[in-house]
């Protein structure tokens, strides 16, 4: 099995420019606050917080957008055609993640949660995250299942 740590390095070169994660405990919950100024966050780098130790790490939500499909609380998947430019995680409780480059459309979406009956919540913004590739929480491991095309991010 492939390392927290090169797992993240390798989940990071999939994510634009920018992109940084931060631990998470087995619930999800971050384990340090953010702190761009206090931590010099170099982007797409992987930092001393994170350590082979660590269980879960989180992505933030600055340049991307996160469309989670629970479909362990019986929701449904996206559409076919809302899957294309994007990368898919499989969440630990057997739901799907698909990760998005925010463009224009998405510029005034907001964070919300259980969208419709398909149950569908939307990680957008700087305070939003989801958990990565290769994490582990209560429900399972999170794993990556396919990335559209390389990604021009």
């Known amino acids: 099995m492939m390392g927290i740590l090169k797992t993240i390095k390798n989940t ?4 634009p420019d920018g992109s940084f994660c931060i631990p998470l405990d ?3 919950t ?3 606050k953010f702190d761009e100024k206090k931590w010099g966050i170099k982007p ?3 930092h001393s917080y994170l350590t082979p130790k660590t269980i879960a790490y989180g992505i933030r939500c600055f ?3 996160c469309v989670d ?3 362990d609380k019986d929701g449904l998947d ?3 055609e809302f899957r294309e430019g994007t990368f898919k995680q499989q969440t630990g409780g057997g739901g799907f993640h698909y990760i998005y480059l925010i463009d224009d459309r998405m510029k005034d979406w907001s964070a919300q949660t259980n969208i419709t009956e398909s149950v569908f919540d939307i990680k957008i913004g700087p305070n939003a995250y989801f958990v990565g590739n290769g994490s582990k929480s209560k ?3 999170y794993k990556l299942c396919w990335r559209s095309r390389q990604n021009d991010w």
Not at 12 to 15: M, P, S, V
Request: charged share 30%; with cysteine.
């Open 12 to 15: 990071l070169k999939l994510l």
């Open 26 to 28: 087995k619930d999800k």
């Open 30 to 32: 971050p384990l340090r």
């Open 44 to 46: 797409s780098t992987v």
């Open 63 to 65: 340049k991307v957008v």
């Open 69 to 71: 499909c629970d479909l």
């Open 78 to 80: 996206i559409f076919q």
């Open 139 to 141: 429900k399972g491991l």
